[in-house]
């Protein structure tokens, strides 16, 4: 089953979550500033350091994130320093940790560092290594290639 480009909605947007999801994330740094932010890292210096990206180019993603309701920003003051902005995940944001679940699960698959994984999913709860995988309703893991890409019904 081929599924069909959806047509724009009635506000203009693209019908297509996809293209909606890429217009916010759909740049390298943009998953990589969210990975150092799952990672506990919330100071733009952190993420910086962390990154060595430009910060011309933190700054314009970290303010694309804000305005997209990915992160929000709280104000934090360190001793004798001036006040600054920390980044935190919203909503949103934490459920973006299943897709960088599955880009990380992909890439050691398909992509695989000569050394090994970079770092391995496991539960908080059980330490037990977990993977990304297509659920359905009663909570059976259905094949990838048993799952079809459907518009709205």
Request: proline share 8%.
């Amino acid at each position: 089953m081929v599924a069909q480009t959806p047509a724009p909605g009635p506000d203009g947007t693209s019908g297509c979550s996809i293209e909606r999801s890429l217009q916010v994330l759909g740049e390298r740094w943009t998953l990589l500033i969210l990975r150092e932010v799952f990672a506990g890292k919330n100071k733009y210096a952190d993420i910086r350091e962390a990154l060595g990206v430009a910060p011309n180019v933190l700054s314009a993603r970290l303010k694309a994130l804000v305005a997209a309701g990915v992160l929000e920003t709280r104000t934090y003051q360190d001793p004798g320093c001036r006040a600054r902005d920390a980044y935190h995940l919203t909503p949103a944001g934490r459920d973006l940790r299943l897709v960088l679940a599955a880009i990380q699960q992909w890439g050691d698959r398909h992509m695989p560092c000569p050394s090994g994984p970079y770092a391995v999913r496991r539960s908080c709860s059980t330490g037990q290594r977990v993977d990304v995988a297509f659920v359905d309703e009663r909570g059976d893991v259905v094949p990838p290639e048993d799952v079809a890409f459907l518009g709205p019904t």
